[in-house]
């Protein structure tokens, strides 16, 4: 049996485009779900929305507590902004910040957040973050743009009919 080259070209290209489709599908978080509260001491939930389903946690924080936001550098792209709650002894990541605005985004939560533990009363905060449309739009487009170019590859390597002659 003789393998020519367009099976060589299917058997390495769709593989790798169910496997970005798979990672579109099953690999983001949707959204994240802060919830943090002061009355005798605080307490935060923080959910994960991602195709798997919701999770959360809750937990309590030490007093004095704060909310940080932290940029991390990336080699390539955008720097990711992340805000994290920190008390004494602990620090838990909280939510990712993405987009043109996640740095004024990531700051306003963490006022807010910084409002409530400050205070000398109780009260409550509840904030959701939610990833731009467009970053979901821009992936499967490029998913799209690989079927393509999987379908472009197949159609390129079939074999040709020579017409005999006259």
């Known amino acids: 049996m003789r393998l020519n080259m367009r099976h060589v070209a299917l058997v390495l290209l769709l593989p790798l485009l169910v496997g970005a489709a798979a990672l579109a599908f099953w690999g983001p978080v949707r959204g994240y779900d802060v919830r943090c509260a002061k009355e005798a001491r605080i307490t935060c939930t923080l959910g ?10 809750a937990f309590a924080l030490a007093s004095p507590a704060r909310a940080d936001v932290r940029v991390q550098p990336v080699r390539r792209g955008t720097d990711r902004i992340l805000l994290y709650l920190v008390s004494a002894p602990h620090e838990v990541f909280a939510a990712e910040f993405e987009g043109s605005d996640a740095y004024a985004q990531a700051q306003a939560a963490a006022e807010q ?17 939610k990833p731009p449309a467009y970053l979901q739009w821009m992936m499967w487009a490029g998913i799209a743009l690989l079927g393509l170019i999987t379908g ?15």
Do not use: K, Y
């Not at 957040?113 to 973050?129: K, S």
């Not at 472009?152 to 006259?166: D, M, N, Y």
């Open 113 to 129: 957040l910084n409002t409530l533990f400050a205070a000398g009363q109780p009260g409550a905060v509840h904030i959701e973050v």
């Open 48 to 57: 994960r929305d991602t195709a798997s389903g919701v999770t959360s946690h």
């Open 152 to 166: 472009a590859a197949h159609h390129a390597l079939r074999p040709r009919r020579v017409l005999p002659a006259t």
